[in-house]
């Protein structure tokens, strides 16, 4: 009995602390799933431990561990197969439809079609990647490497989408701008610092909002702003909103 009581306070103890981090770390995509479905998982523990227990009142000892086991593998699988769809789309993204741009993924291996702006240092890189063999790799300087979208439909809002990383403990912010040369008016996403020892190697959703004006035209900047160390894009694209 004493066991039991135990092992219910310390999967209690468990689920408070895992369900703190989805609303903490709200910003960064990847650390909510993991910590929702770390949660889930011990919920499932939980309940696998109960149903455990009351079959091992109607069969042997390891015919309910077995129980336990298959339905802590279902569990697993399931998650597995939720986690591998929403980190390979935005969850803000998924009623959206994709908008031309070239070279978003930059498996090219080359930079152009993207130019530089101001002073930053910026190349190819295959050190990481969200998608493919290739990123964007901003070591350097402050400023972005941008790129000019055409026929967008005036007055229709659009959202522009990228993944961003950083190299262990870099300071550098990343931020997206749109500008829009005939509205002559720039929005900017929120900066985001996203490298820590915790967030290390982590890929995360930036994005910006903006309503294309009559040229149908906006150039996207990918923001390396003051800091050390160097940050990374890849699987750049601009959504249109429904």
């Known amino acids: 009995m004493g066991h039991g009581v135990d092992r219910l306070f310390r999967t209690h103890l468990q689920l408070r602390i895992f369900s703190v981090f989805p609303f903490g770390q709200s910003s960064h995509f990847r650390l909510a799933i993991y910590s929702v479905f770390a949660a889930l998982l011990l919920v499932a523990r939980f309940v696998a431990e109960r149903v455990g227990a009351t079959l091992a009142g109607c069969v042997s000892r390891r015919s309910a561990k077995a129980v336990v086991v ?3 593998l279902v569990v697993a699988i399931l998650v597995a197969v939720v986690q591998a769809v929403h980190l390979a789309w935005p969850l803000d993204v998924v009623r959206a439809r994709k908008g031309a741009f070239t070279s978003p993924g930059f498996e090219t291996g080359k930079l152009a079609p993207w130019g530089t702006y101001q002073q930053i240092h910026a190349e190819i890189s295959s050190d990481r990647a969200h998608g493919g063999k290739y990123s964007l790799a901003e070591s350097e300087g402050v400023g972005s490497v941008f790129q000019d979208i055409t026929g967008l439909v005036p007055g229709r809002k659009y959202r522009i989408v990228a993944w961003a990383s950083a190299s262990l403990n870099a300071t ?8 829009d040369s005939v509205a002559e008016k720039s929005a900017f996403s929120n900066p985001v610092t996203i490298s820590t020892p915790v967030t290390f190697g982590i890929w995360h959703t930036i994005s910006q909002e903006v309503t294309a004006s009559s040229s ?12 050390t160390g160097t940050v990374y894009w890849d699987d750049v694209h601009v959504f249109e909103d429904e």
């Not at 550098?172 to 500008?179: E, K």
């Open 70 to 72: 298959h339905l802590l």
């Open 172 to 179: 550098a912010p990343v931020q997206i701008v749109v500008y």
């Open 216 to 227: 149908g035209t906006l150039r996207i900047h990918l923001f390396r702003l003051q800091g």
